[in-house]
């Protein structure tokens, strides 16, 4: 017996269907809204202004989305709400797709969307879906009718009328989310001749790779140049990624204070940025393999960047939120950027080793130099001159060394060699025991400053004496080994 009842011979039951779009998991406010932003994008809209507002009537937020675009004529703004209504159906040459991003994103927040089109030479017309009336049986009209154009030439507006799904409170929580967000999504369009508004409020460009992030001089550099996959199609031709690894400056940074850093996305903004056509899509941790995210790995950052034909390959969805990479992509990418994420991660801890050790090792330079003046006075080149400074620092150096040591303008300036047996047997548990420590921290760090600088005034050539603090450090090394 068959079960299922038919109550007309169309496809799907409106009633039901425009309730289970309101579900369609979008997650958040922002990237819904960026759904009609990458549609004025696509209509050459060079400003976008988005007003945040209450529905007089139910008291509920408001948002009003214009543009500058080229507008639509009769046909499109009939199709416009109407689901894969679009006339780019499956385009891979720019934002959309399928179609479904502004009827779909805008019920996903609203309970009324409005929408009105304008161009020179023709009147301003508007259509609206009402979410109430499809729900309780009328069908949806979709005609336009008279509207009220906007100040540019030509243009779009979307109007969201009693948006019940947005989770802010107040207007002014939601405002700050939207600025953070959209601009980091946009930040490439914020950069260039595209200007986007809140309130008249205009929403500046966020990096998360932090290369346009100035802080106490330093911003973030590259790790390396970008690396560069190319990736076959659906179609049969190629298409290429373009991945880059950027590391933040933790010597300059890492004494911010902590309202600054999470502020600012040092802490917290670690993590794997994705964007497609340009436009960010997906910000967390992704294509990593089996390397997990720790706190070190918010002191490194990547971006991957792809071109809408290889959509199929990142598992983009309808409502382009995520990725879902297919084995192949990950085949091709995972096993290279996990590895380098190793490498970055190892590149951070052993910056905030070296940010330790020369915190640490201060007061040992200053005792170092405070009794310089009672020793007998190093010549450099051939003159007398006063008493050195000292500075003690941390590096990976090549060879069997335990440190090495230049002498120049009066600063003898020694490093140790974090990869040699020596700072693991001796420095690294001192500085696991903290201050308790300190006093025989302090002595080791007199007995190497003093040893370097009897090699600097026994006055032999550089290649001299660092031939013997590799035969020094390789002994010394063989004998811990022994140990």
């Not at 500075?391 to 060699?417: A, E, K, P």
């Not at 290649?463 to 140990?483: A, F, H, I, N, V």
Request: charged share 25%; aromatic share 6%; net charge neutral.
């Amino acid at each position: 017996m068959d079960r299922i009842h038919r109550h007309d011979n169309g496809l799907v039951v409106p009633a039901n269907f425009i309730r289970a779009v309101r579900e369609s998991g979008y997650l958040s406010v922002s990237s819904a809204l960026a759904e009609l932003i990458d549609n004025s994008l696509q209509a050459g809209a060079t400003v976008v202004d988005i007003s945040i507002d209450r529905d007089a009537d139910r008291n509920l937020p408001r948002i009003s989305i214009d543009d500058n675009g080229g507008g639509m004529d009769t046909a499109e703004l009939a199709a416009c709400l109407r689901f894969g209504g679009s006339s780019r159906f499956d385009a891979r040459d720019s934002f959309g797709r399928f179609g479904m991003g502004l009827p779909t994103a805008s019920l996903s927040q609203a309970r009324r969307i409005e929408v009105t089109a304008w161009r020179p030479g023709s009147a301003a017309q508007s259509v609206t879906l009402d979410v109430d009336a499809v729900a309780t049986g009328h069908p949806a009209d979709l005609a336009p009718a008279p509207g009220a154009a906007g100040a540019s030439p030509s243009g779009c507006r979307v109007v969201w009328h009693d948006c019940d799904r947005i989770e802010y409170q107040r207007l002014a929580w939601l405002e700050r989310a939207l600025q953070k967000d959209l601009g980091r999504m946009f930040r490439r369009f914020l950069t260039s001749a595209f200007t986007l508004r809140i309130n008249g409020s205009i929403v500046e460009a966020s990096d998360p790779t932090m290369r346009s992030t100035t802080l106490h001089g330093h911003s973030a550099r590259l790790a390396f140049e970008p690396l560069q996959y190319e990736i076959a199609t659906a179609t049969g031709s190629t298409s290429q990624v373009t991945v880059t690894f950027t590391m933040l400056p933790v010597a300059q940074w890492h004494n911010l204070d902590n309202t600054t850093k999470r502020r600012r996305g040092i802490v917290g903004g670690g993590g794997i940025s994705i964007l497609r056509a340009g436009r960010e899509i997906a910000n967390g941790w992704h294509l990593m393999g089996g390397k997990r995210k720790e706190n070190y790995d918010d002191w490194w950052r990547c971006e991957i960047e792809f071109h809408p034909a290889l959509d199929e390959h990142f598992g983009i969805t309808v409502n382009k939120q995520g990725i879902r990479p297919t084995a192949t992509l990950r085949e091709a990418l995972e096993p290279e950027l996990e590895s380098i994420a190793r490498i970055l991660n190892a590149r951070v801890r052993q910056a905030f080793e070296e940010v330790k050790f020369e915190a640490a090792v201060q007061g040992s330079c200053r005792i170092a130099g405070a009794a310089d003046a009672d020793l007998p006075v190093i010549r450099s080149r051939g003159r007398a001159q006063g008493a050195l400074s000292y500075r003690l620092g941390v590096d990976q150096l090549t060879g069997d060394s335990m440190f090495d040591l230049t002498l120049r303008q009066r600063l003898l300036d020694v490093t140790m060699n974090t990869d040699h047996p020596g700072y693991t047997a001796l420095y690294r548990p001192l500085q696991e025991m903290g201050d308790a420590a300190a006093p025989v921290r302090t002595a080791l760090d007199l007995l190497l400053l003093s040893f370097a600088r009897s090699i600097a005034a026994a006055g032999s050539h550089e290649d001299d004496y660092r031939s013997l603090l590799q035969e020094w450090g390789t002994t010394y090394g063989r004998m811990l080994e022994k140990s």
